[in-house]
């Protein structure tokens, strides 16, 4: 009789479970994603909704401005919501010292943020962004964040930076936050399909230049053209007009635009290269007025009105806001230690290697001196060798080189004797 009892416990139980799995609530959002759980808070404004994400039990916010549908007890012939999944990859490779964070430490937890600050290719490096992805993998963020505040720099470190990103771009959510997205940062930018702007950012000017012995020159030429059909090319598999892009490489190009409200309060753009009755006019291309043509940028309203931002915002919880998160939570800080730790350490040895360098070629100065100066180089480039990368040797006698600063400081040894 008790294994009777057990037995049907156990049945009743079972049809209790398929009965809860059963009677879901269901919200829908206006960008279509699609959430299933328990609705436990529903104001005026908000809508509460408890969720089980890979078995984790969270809470998920919405306004209801973001909602398009919230339907109660929905049945099982109802799709399951669109949570994203979670990232999958190798282990962290990063440098940061973070533990894996156990399940219950995730909940409620959604962003991870990369500060990529500086010149690109100097301390805004495709390599620094890689190891704070990979850290970031552990954690599994919804959103990871890109911090951009950057000047620009090297065109060779956009490829780079390409590569890597078209790859991970399909495995994170990664947007783009624009404090000032300048030239190679500004390319860098538009390999993401996501673009915010803080309110006073910019972005655009990417006129691809060469240093030469007489100061630096624009790039001309079949490597000009080379430039703006790969530029054309990977901002385009990102979801950017081709024409967009030229107008901030090259100052020959028109760009003028024609924007059109819809009924649904979404806002139609559509792009030219040439002058037309009334278009707006982004950027000019030589004329008697603007002979030498113009070169693109963007502040945050313009780039809001033609669609290439898809926000503008300074606060992070408003920002979270336009991520459709329930509140800005950074599930780690190893982006920011990863990024921000190599600038700090780039720009320390920047200044320390030119008073080594002044000194090594002091008249004044020893061979002890000069084999102090070798020895303090390569204490540096033990730290991380890419520090080397854009420097000349101490004697000027090529690139800077861990292992020629070896052969040097033998070569100085040998002659003190």
């Not at 943020?113 to 805004?124: S, Y």
């Not at 190891?131 to 990871?144: E, S």
């Given at each position: 009789m008790t294994r009777v009892l057990k037995c049907l416990m156990t049945v009743l139980l079972l049809l209790a479970i398929t009965v809860s799995a059963a009677a879901e609530d269901l919200v829908v959002l206006k960008n279509g994603k699609k959430y299933r759980g328990e609705v436990i808070e529903e104001t005026k404004d908000i809508v509460r909704m408890k969720v089980s994400v890979g078995g984790i039990s969270q809470t998920l916010t919405f306004w209801k401005d973001d909602i398009n549908l919230l339907t109660r007890n929905v049945g099982e012939e109802t799709p399951d919501a669109d949570s994203r999944p979670a990232p999958s990859g190798p282990k962290s490779g990063g440098t940061a010292k973070e533990t894996t964070p156990a399940d219950a430490d995730l909940v409620n937890k959604k962003v991870f943020?990369?500060?990529?600050?500086?010149?690109?290719?100097?301390?805004?490096r495709q390599d620094k962004l890689e190891?704070?992805?990979?850290?970031?993998?552990?954690?599994?963020?919804?959103?990871?964040v890109l911090e951009i505040n950057s000047p620009g720099g090297a065109l060779s470190e956009v490829y780079e930076l390409r590569d890597y990103l078209e790859k991970v771009r399909d495995e994170f959510r990664i947007v783009v936050w624009v404090k000032s997205a300048i030239s190679a940062a500004a390319m860098t930018s538009m390999m993401c399909r996501e673009i915010y702007f803080m309110k006073e950012g910019v972005l655009g000017a990417a006129t691809a230049w060469y240093m030469t012995g007489s100061g630096a020159k624009a790039m001309e030429g079949e490597e000009l053209e080379a430039w703006l059909k790969d530029a054309r090319e990977f901002a385009q598999r990102a979801g950017y007009h081709p024409y967009v892009t030229q107008a901030m490489i090259a100052p020959r190009f028109v760009l003028t635009a024609t924007v059109e409200e819809l009924p649904n309060g979404e806002r139609r753009v559509t792009f030219f290269d040439d002058y037309g009755e009334g278009r707006e006019i982004l950027c000019h291309g030589p004329t008697p007025q603007f002979p030498s043509g113009e070169i693109l940028t963007l502040t945050a309203s313009q780039a809001e009105r033609y669609n290439l931002s898809l926000g503008t915002v300074d606060d992070k919880q408003e920002f979270a806001r336009m991520l459709n998160l329930s509140g800005w939570v950074e599930v780690?800080?190893?982006g920011r230690k990863i990024t921000m730790g190599w600038k700090q350490l780039y720009e320390d040895f920047d200044e320390t290697f030119t008073k080594l360098v002044l000194e090594y070629n002091n008249p004044a100065s020893t061979l002890d001196d000069r084999i102090r100066v070798v020895r303090d180089i390569m204490t540096w480039l033990r730290r991380d060798k890419t520090l080397a990368e854009w420097r000349p040797m101490p004697d000027y006698s090529g690139p800077l080189d861990y292992r020629d600063l070896d052969r040097l400081l033998k070569a100085l040894v040998r002659q003190r004797g």
């Open positions: 943020v990369i500060p990529l600050h500086g010149g690109v290719g100097e301390t805004f190891q704070a992805i990979d850290a970031a993998r552990p954690f599994k963020p919804d959103v990871i780690s800080d190893a």
